[in-house]
């Protein structure tokens, strides 16, 4: 199994930046999928989970990113995605994308992929 | 929303010292709770997963136990290897809450 992020980058405050998640040797369609992000020398702190297609597709979100933020993915290419609006210096971390799975079974995570806003 | 608490934030122990770190969650009688490991500039690892579950591939001497609110991560006897930050991550309600971390380091 592979989670490959990408699309992180340099973005100034209040703009716009998608991430991307490709995943391989998962059983993407079902799997609920979750970002967590960890700013420079800081803790973990989960951004949010959509569940699968059957499950309802439904989204949750932090509290510091609802509303700004939209997690979405597409089965048939197997790819998560984070879209990140009006950005601050704080939303400034590396985003992993993760199965962040409760249960028994294996529980994934990708490589993790540099958010820097700034002016 | 519940918070968790995790203790202590760092310590330093000797090889074959038996180290304990705690989440302490803020309410709930049926938390599930799974601890990881992350290294620096890596991706984290889970360690525990339902409280007391090991993952698999994951020494013995990592165990995880529950006394009311108050989840416990127990290194039997600390290897060279296991030098990184541990975090909690409680799993059974929205927003997920990942503790604090507990930066552990070899003397």
């Known amino acids: 199994v592979q989670l490959v992020e990408s699309g992180g980058g340099f973005v100034k405050p209040r703009g716009s930046l998608r991430l991307s998640c490709a995943a391989s040797g998962l059983t993407f369609t079902n799997a609920w999928m979750s970002w967590v992000r960890q700013a420079p020398g800081k803790g973990l702190e989960w951004v949010g989970q959509i569940k699968s297609k059957t499950d309802g597709e439904t989204t949750d979100y932090a509290a510091p990113v609802k509303d700004r933020f939209t997690i979405s993915r597409d089965d048939s290419r197997k790819i998560l995605y984070l879209e990140m609006n009006s950005l601050r210096a704080d939303d400034t971390a590396v985003y992993y994308c993760?199965?962040?799975?409760?249960?028994?079974?294996?529980?994934?995570w990708g490589q993790g992929t540099l958010v820097t806003v700034s002016s | 929303d519940i918070q968790m608490t995790q203790s202590p934030s760092s310590l330093s122990a000797s090889v074959g010292d038996r180290v304990t770190i705690t989440c302490r969650a803020s309410?709930?009688?049926?938390?599930?709770l799974g601890w990881y490991q992350q290294k620096p500039g890596k991706a984290p690892k889970r360690l525990i997963y339902?409280?007391?579950n090991l993952q698999s591939g994951v020494p013995s001497r990592f165990s995880g136990s529950v006394s009311g609110t108050e989840f416990t991560l127990t290194i039997s006897s600390l290897q060279p290897e296991d030098c990184g930050t541990y975090y909690c991550?409680?799993?059974?309600?929205?927003?997920?809450?990942f503790g604090q971390g507990t930066k552990v380091e070899i003397k």
């Open positions: 309410q709930g009688n049926r938390n599930d």
């Open positions: 991550l409680l799993y059974n309600d929205y927003p997920r809450t």
């Open positions: 339902a409280t007391f």
């Open positions: 993760t199965t962040l799975y409760g249960g028994p079974g294996d529980d994934y």
